[in-house]
């Protein structure tokens, strides 16, 4: 048997441990991003496919493991994550499952995971469980732990690669109530922070953030409940103010902000928290609905996206917000859920209420209100060409209630334009905030 395997049968239990060079930082990165572990997961000559993976407490792991050369039916794996300490923990329940992702009677099997800094590397440490003896012994006769020892080792050969920039450059904070949070940092200039928009951590917003990064130092970060930041309950908005606050002191103390659509909530909240630590604001297209334009949020809107969520109804959620919020014709929500985003979407569908709980009061089809925010920073709020009467009414709102915002419009372009056009979003940002 491989070295660092440890078979227990007075606890049924396998463990396993390996030493890798990388640090903290990239090894969690391995084991909770999907497109990671889809490189490195299962035993050699095997290829992995990562349905869902959602690392927060109560969240899913849906993937299959076939080989490579077609000699068998692929093996399909549910798992539920338990404890998620970023950098410190997983562990999750796993169980075989059908075609239909349903437990196919077997049992559950507890594993747990934990990362210990070691030197400028780091250790980890596997130990899987079983119910009793017999379980054990299936596992010991089907190879288990030498399976899991070679995919150990393909981790290994993963993280001795060369990192891309995005991996290079992730750090994390310690947020004010202890919670983890994931950022990445590039280009040279003045301090600004993007925010990311609703059901996307910092990737969604790579674009915009590399076209600011030829002026600006800019900082992308994953908000909670997303990507590799914690997600502490219950969810409280406060404490991603504090987020905010903690990754301006990053960057010497203070930072613009920039956001589009449903990210401008918060980076409103946050602006007239930090007061002069903010220099200026960007936004892009908010949404608010403060008159009779298009119909408002749901009165229930929050607690039916909780609902849904809580029973496992990650992609009805989010069908939920495409046809009541964003008004998709019903007939449109088939294909939609045939793209790659659709279930990208349904992993950070938790965060749908998030949002929602933030911009309470703010799309409900009335005034917005006049004592929410107090912010002297200047503000631009730029509106598509070709984008909503709604979202225009709503930014003259804002500008009728703060001292100092602006109203641009970015012509020929629509809603998308913060993700699919970041270069001319970017040049009006550094317009405005540059002078």
């Not at 070295?3 to 969690?28: E, K, M, P, Q």
């Not at 001795?160 to 940092?185: C, F, H, L, Q, V």
């Not at 009541?324 to 449109?332: F, G, K, L, T």
């Amino acid at each position: 048997m491989p070295d660092g395997i440890a078979i227990d049968r007075s606890r049924n239990t396998i463990h396993l441990s390996r030493g890798y060079s990388a640090g903290l930082d990239r090894v969690w990165w391995a084991w909770t991003d999907a497109e990671a572990i889809s490189r490195w997961w299962g035993p050699e000559g095997w290829a992995a496919t990562v349905h869902e993976m959602d690392v927060r407490p109560g969240g899913r792991w849906r993937f299959q493991i076939a080989p490579e050369d077609g000699s068998a039916g692929p093996v399909r794996v549910l798992a539920t994550y338990g404890n998620v300490v970023p950098r410190a923990e997983l562990s999750y329940e796993d169980t075989f499952a059908d075609e239909a992702w349903q437990s196919d009677g077997t049992g559950t099997f507890p594993t747990t995971v934990t990362f210990t800094a070691s030197g400028a590397g780091c250790t980890v440490e596997v130990t899987a469980t079983f119910p009793d003896g017999a379980a054990l012994q299936r596992a010991v006769e089907l190879q288990m732990a030498e399976g899991y020892a070679e995919a150990l080792d393909r981790l290994g050969s993963l993280l001795e690669t060369p990192s891309n920039e995005r991996e290079k450059t992730m750090s994390t904070i310690t947020s004010a109530d202890g919670t983890t949070i994931a950022y990445e940092t590039t280009g040279s200039g003045p301090a600004i922070i993007v925010v990311s928009n609703v059901a996307e951590d910092r990737s969604g917003v790579a674009g915009v953030a590399g076209a600011l990064s030829a002026h600006f130092t800019v900082l992308t970060f994953d908000r909670r409940g997303r990507g590799a930041s914690g997600d502490p309950q219950p969810y409280d908005p406060a404490r991603e103010i504090e987020d905010i606050a903690a990754l301006v002191e990053v960057l010497g103390g203070s930072a613009a902000l920039a956001s589009g659509s449903g990210g401008s909530g918060l980076t409103l909240d946050a602006a007239s928290a930090l007061g002069d630590k903010v220099t200026g604001l960007y936004l892009y297209e908010p949404p608010f609905i403060v008159d009779g334009s298009r119909p408002p949020a749901p009165a229930d809107y929050v607690e039916h996206l909780e609902a849904l969520v809580a029973a496992g109804k990650r992609s009805e959620a989010v069908e939920y917000f495409m046809t009541q919020m964003i008004r998709v014709p019903a007939e449109y929500i088939p294909a939609m859920k045939q793209d790659p985003s659709w279930d990208e979407m349904a992993k950070y569908a938790h965060t749908y209420a998030y949002d929602a709980r933030i911009l309470r009061g703010l799309q409900d089809g009335k005034p917005l209100p006049a004592d929410r925010w107090s912010i002297e920073a200047p503000i631009a709020v730029a509106v598509g060409g070709n984008g909503e009467d709604f979202i225009r009414e709503g930014a003259h709102a804002l500008a009728g209630i703060l001292p100092d915002v602006t109203v641009l419009t970015l012509d020929g372009h629509d809603h998308s334009a913060f993700w699919m056009a970041p270069e001319p979003v970017a040049e009006q940002a550094r317009a405005f905030l540059l002078g």
